[in-house]
């Protein structure tokens, strides 16, 4: 004769709660084979397979739902599968999604420790930057690129007038770079502006005292317009406002 097991038996060698077994009883997903003569549930071997099998479903986050279809099917090895693959699609989704909430707190936590002076209302700085921050990266890519080629012909001009004596070479470097520098500097100076870190006032300096400004990667000390505020200033991409009022 086979082994029977209690509802707190089958429960235990489960590794879940009692109640738990009685929930997918109820769901109809784990009906007891036997009932004693106190009506008391009862499982079999097979049941106790069906169980584990319930379970390691469960684990892998595939819903009660889809388990009960699954055992509902007279062939449930068709679906698996497809239930499978679907649960590891969402899976990798929901990973994703963490993810990104994982990348955004962790440069929030960034952002925060460049502020000299944190408040709430300094949240409002923090997502106007991240939200910016894609366009504010290209936007220095874009200058870097443009620059290695002026970068290229200066290196190129000392290195022959070091050893060969074509002096030449460097006023033609000049003639570029000056040019280039003046280009790239009116195109820097359009595409940014800056948020008060007292009155979080986003705002543009003058191209006189942004030029000139004491700076950092990701600040300059500059003056608000708005509350007459100087200090760091946190550096933002500039919307089409912020430069229509330059």
Known sequence: MSNLYTTG????????????????????????????EGGRRLYTEEDLRRMRIICFLRETGLPI??????????????????????????????LLECQSKLDLVEGI??????????SVESIGDIAHVMKQKNKLYKMRWNMILSGIPVT?????????????????????????????????????????AYICPECHKVFKPTFKEMFWAYHTPKMRRLTCPACAHKGLCVEVYAEKEDTANA
Do not use: M
């Open 152 to 192: 290229a012909l200066q290196w190129v001009s000392i290195i022959l007038w070091i050893t060969n004596g074509l002096w030449w070479l460097f006023p033609i470097w000049a003639c570029v770079a000056i040019p280039w520098g003046i280009a790239v500097s009116i195109y820097y100076y359009r595409h940014v």
């Open 109 to 118: 936590k960034r952002e925060v420790k460049d502020l000299e002076h944190f």
């Open 65 to 94: 739902n889809s388990i009960s279809a699954l055992f509902a099917e007279e062939k449930p090895e068709n679906i698996i599968s497809i239930l499978l693959e679907q649960q590891e699609q969402s899976l990798r989704e929901q």
């Open 9 to 36: 038996e089958i429960a235990k060698l489960c590794g879940v709660s009692v109640r738990t077994v009685q929930y997918y009883d109820g769901r109809g997903i784990l009906i007891p084979s036997e009932l004693s």
